[in-house]
């Protein structure tokens, strides 16, 4: 089992020892939901209840964001009636979505994945593709 | 690694100054930092400091706007005076509220990300290799393997995810590649010249409501030029209303200089010289206006059926195709898919355009939120292992490419780089030198890399730059392709060692002596390389 690490000594001390990509999950159409599949590289580091349980909520948190409903018709209708210059003064709901999702993940990486060697990178910044994680080399196994 | 383990890390950023930044140069111990969107590796546009975003070709947007604002100033200076003392002030109000929306929707079609959806990232592509790999098996020299496409069922409906040799993504449903902006495009629509940009999914809102209040405004100005010809004619007689040719225009400017009240009289006459100006701008415009006409249903029709312009001419949801040929998009009903085209969620935009390059981030740039994941110890280390990747494959290609090069030596054709651009020992930002509007790189042989490989060029961009900066590896490896010495093992690995530790040794000062015996192959690292090199031979044997 890998020593533990907090998220600081991973990112200062560890080496990169490989990154392992959770594809895009197409079936239920062009929303942004993630393959819940438990990928193999992970079996020796993480329980798979754990990791399911983190890309369910957040695709979850992504269904949240796109959901078509009164709240966003409004607020499309708003928009436009102000030629969508109302975006100047405020964020969308799906901006505020992907905060909420950013400290998700931060707070994830914190408490679940750093002391087990592994690091989600935010989907937002692989252009919502893929859930990056990373694992980092276990000193322990040396 | 060995040489620069011990210096603090920190000295990374010390030198790696952007060479195409615009913003000055500052002592070498301040950073600097290039925004993202100089590095874009699309060919698009960028205006303000990246908060514009347009495409490549945009003499036709402008060519817009000009008719647009032609066409109202005249409906505003000649017509609006008479119907709105004739008629009603509410008139010109209208027009103008109009009109600032027409040209708000232009404005935000035309500056706004249509949806363009990064490139992947090296570890990414190297991973998607490796998944196609083991999807397609082992296959013998000479085999080409199958065109990549993945299944995958929507809604009851199998589509064809295609794979993107460009961008090195598997294509999300819906998003194809705009070959003018070399970019792909999530839901892609087309390409509108008129609006000089890609119609996507984060734009094509404005572009519906902009082709939709423009239809509203020219049918209003046509409708009110007519009535004021009318009007006048009632009082003058048709003809004369009519007769007056817009060469008139010059007298017409010089009309405030005489006394008021022949001026008024004048002015009068303008008018209807004006409006007979008005009507041949219409007339003009009418044909225009038949295109604008059809192409208001044409979208009016794909919003309702919730496809895009690219599905309605592949007819890929026809019923032609197969009975069960269905849109697997569609929300069942009109109402719910006009609403979700047009007041739905707008997502934001994935390529983060003024997002500040982290100085350690090669080629294609990755979305950032400002957060940087690593620290300067593990920049080292990320750094290190992305070029080991980008070096294997720039080998790899280079060996498939020029079969006399033996795959030992040195294979620099960015060495080339090193001679035009003396003295930079920099080397942050040469992946710029891919940026829209940049300089083709200045080595010919560089830019005959391919160009869906830009983190290759930035490897070697930043091969040349280290390479000019040291010059005791000078004398080792500097080399054309056509010089290939085949030498001994030990100046091949020093380059390979230069290429894959750019930065953090190698600020403005030379880097201590370098050890050949201290030296590592990239090719006998860990087997997620060795899976690229091998994935990347069979791409370029293709």
């Known amino acids: ?142 | 690694m060995h040489f620069g383990v011990d210096e603090p890390v920190r000295e990374c950023q010390y030198s790696q100054v952007c060479t195409r930044n615009s913003s000055p140069m500052e002592t070498p111990h301040k950073k600097i930092y290039t925004r993202k969107w100089r590095v874009f590796p699309g060919r698009n546009k960028f205006y303000c400091d990246g908060r514009i975003m347009m495409a490549k070709q945009t003499g036709v947007f402008y060519l817009t706007m000009v008719l647009i604002m032609v066409t109202s100033g005249l409906f505003f200076a000649f017509d609006c005076p008479f119907l709105a003392s004739n008629l009603t002030p509410a008139i010109p109000a209208i027009g103008g509220v109009l009109f600032f929306f027409v040209m708000g929707m232009l404005l935000r079609a035309s500056f706004s990300d249509p949806g363009v959806l990064p490139r992947a990232t090296p570890d990414e592509a190297a991973d998607l290799e490796r998944h196609i790999d083991a999807t397609n098996g082992p296959s013998g020299p000479g085999y080409r393997p199958p065109p990549r496409t993945r299944e995958v069922v929507i809604n009851g409906q199998t589509v064809k995810l295609k794979y993107c040799f460009t961008c090195k993504i598997f294509r999300p449903p819906r998003a194809s590649h705009c070959s003018l902006c070399d970019n792909c495009v999530d839901r892609f629509d087309h390409h509108c010249p008129w609006v000089g940009n890609c119609v996507g999914r984060r734009n094509y809102r404005f572009f519906y409501l902009f082709i939709l209040s423009l239809s509203f405004l020219t049918v209003f100005i046509f409708a009110f030029v007519i009535t004021h010809v009318i009007l006048r004619s009632n009082r003058t007689g048709f003809l004369s209303a009519l007769k007056d040719s817009p060469a008139r225009y010059p007298l017409a400017l010089q009309a405030p200089s005489r006394n008021a009240g022949r001026r008024a009289r004048e002015w009068e006459l303008e008018c209807d010289s004006r409006s007979s100006g008005t009507f041949c701008a219409f007339c003009a415009v009418g044909a225009d206006g038949d295109t604008l006409s059809l192409s208001l249903c044409f979208h009016t029709y794909l919003i309702s059926s919730n496809q895009t312009t690219n599905e309605d001419i592949k007819g890929s949801w026809s019923t032609k195709r197969g009975k069960d040929n269905y849109n697997p998009y569609s929300y069942g009903n009109i109402l719910t898919n006009c609403c979700a085209a047009l007041c739905g969620p707008l997502p934001p935009s994935l390529i983060d355009r003024r997002g500040f390059l982290q100085p350690d981030t090669p080629q294609p740039v990755c979305h950032s939120n400002g957060t940087s994941i690593y620290t300067p110890t593990q920049l080292h280390a990320h750094m290190c292992d992305q070029h080991q990747c980008i070096q294997s494959t720039k080998f790899v290609l280079q060996a498939a490419a020029t079969p006399l090069l033996h795959t030992d030596s040195v294979i620099l054709p960015a060495a080339a780089v090193g001679h035009a651009l003396p003295g930079k020992s920099s080397l942050v930002g040469p992946c710029a030198s891919l940026g829209p509007g940049g300089q083709p790189p200045p080595s010919s042989s560089l830019a005959s890399l391919p160009s869906s490989m830009p983190g290759l060029t930035c490897a070697g961009e930043l091969l040349a730059l280290r390479s000019d900066a040291d010059p005791h590896c000078h004398h080792h490896h500097l080399a054309s392709p056509e010089e290939t010495p085949s030498p001994p093992s030990p100046p091949p690995h020093s380059a390979l060692v230069v290429a894959a530790m750019p930065c953090p040794a190698h600020g403005p000062h030379p880097p201590p002596h370098l050890h050949p015996a201290q030296l590592y192959n990239p090719a006998s690292q860990d087997s997620l390389h060795e899976d690229s090199v091998r994935g990347l031979i069979k791409l370029s044997s293709v």
């Open chain 1, 1 to 142: 089992m890998a020593e533990t690490h907090s998220l600081q000594d991973l990112r200062q001390q560890a080496a990169i020892a490989s990154k392992v990509f959770i594809q895009r999950d197409y079936t239920s159409g062009t929303i942004c939901k993630f393959q819940t599949k438990f990928p193999s590289e992970l079996e020796t580091r993480i329980d798979k209840q754990q990791f399911e349980e983190t890309i369910q909520t957040l695709n979850n948190l992504y269904a949240e964001a796109e959901k078509l409903g009164g709240k966003s018709y409004l607020e499309g209708c708003l928009a436009c009636l102000t030629a969508y210059t109302i975006f100047l003064c405020m964020e969308t709901h799906y901006e505020k979505v992907l905060k909420k999702i950013t400290k998700y993940i931060q707070e994830q990486n914190e408490k679940v994945y750093a002391p087990l060697g592994l690091l989600l990178t935010d989907p937002i910044e692989r252009g919502l593709r893929v859930v990056e994680i990373t694992i980092y080399e276990d000193r322990s196994s040396r």
